[in-house]
């Protein structure tokens, strides 16, 4: 964690900006007496809570109407599903971004993108608009048949790659153009492009939103084994259900790699970061009680509860 010039007009994210990486040097300790207020809503359950990030989400836009909202997610499961749910069933538009690096998918869109793109180059070595064109209809000939929403996803950050390669990189040489768009999808980039996109709100998980930013962030289920999960530190973490946390040397290391991401989640807004969690998770075995993350618990954060 690097330290953030982001926030510099922005006392108070700037002060949760240096609470998150205070911790990293004193878990749970606050010896700069630290102080930032955020907005943290506890509902009764995840419909509840779902209903409330749609709400937020639109309140947010009726108030800032060029804004763009990121609601970032640990990684995929029933709470976010249940979120994606409830924006379809009131018929608001949100780009799917729930994908990483590691997806067998993404990495395989990338890869054809690669492959076709190189095939184009045989025939025209001039990168020109009608080269883009040629090759967005040859990917979605390939995906023809794949109607998945994830599919959906890419093929318009694909889009959305061509338009800004003419936008931001126009004074680059042809060879130039040629070396980034192969480094784009050698090294599976074309997520990076969320950032460009015409649609004000976007549910992504953390990891694909790292090195992007938005105006507001929303942060969901910051509830024990969501953020952090069971896997990165709860399923070690001794403490109890109560997430009074207790740092041991054995989950040191897990520790830090998990407030490593919530750093990451936190600073992708510019303007404001909003959290919420539910008394109950739902999970793929049921729906059980759960505490409220350990870290909304670091000293120095204070809550605001605006329901």
């Not at 989640?265 to 404001?272: L, M, N, S």
Request: neutral net charge; charged residues 25%; proline residues 2%.
């Amino acid at each position: 964690m690097e330290k953030n010039y982001r926030f510099a007009s922005n006392e108070n994210m700037l002060q949760l900006d240096k609470i998150i990486r205070q911790n990293a040097i004193t878990p749970f300790d606050n010896p700069n007496s630290l102080k930032s207020k955020v907005e943290f809503n506890i509902y009764d359950n995840q419909e509840e809570e779902a209903l409330q990030v749609v709400i937020k989400s639109q309140k947010i836009l009726q108030n800032d109407s060029f804004a763009k909202v990121a609601i970032l997610a640990k990684q995929r499961g029933p709470n976010i599903e249940h979120i994606i749910k409830t924006f379809n069933h009131n018929k608001i538009p949100f780009f799917y971004g729930l994908f990483t690096d590691e997806d067998s998918e993404y990495i395989t869109f990338n890869r054809k993108c690669l492959y076709e793109f190189i095939e184009l180059l045989k025939s025209n070595s001039k990168i020109t608009k009608k080269i883009g064109k040629k090759h967005i209809d040859k990917i979605r000939e390939i995906y023809i048949n794949n109607d998945s929403v994830l599919v959906k996803a890419l093929l318009e950050l694909l889009e959305i790659f061509w338009v800004q390669l003419f936008v931001d990189y126009s004074f680059l040489s042809n060879e130039d153009k040629i070396n980034l768009i192969k480094d784009t999808f050698e090294h599976n980039g074309i997520k990076q492009y969320m950032e460009f996109l015409n649609t004000s709100i976007i549910i992504s998980t953390v990891h694909a939103a790292k090195g992007l930013e938005w105006d507001y962030v929303i942060l969901p289920d910051m509830e024990k084994d969501s953020f952090p999960n069971w896997y990165g530190l709860c399923g070690r973490c001794k403490n109890g259900n109560d997430c009074n946390f207790v740092m041991t040397k054995d989950i040191e290391k897990s520790f830090f790699e998990e407030l490593s991401v919530f750093y990451v989640a936190v600073t992708r807004a510019k303007k404001q970061v909003f959290f919420t969690a539910s008394h109950k998770q739902l999970t793929n075995r049921g729906i059980f009680e759960k505490n409220y993350s350990c870290f909304m618990k670091l000293p120095g954060i204070e809550y605001i509860q605006t329901v």
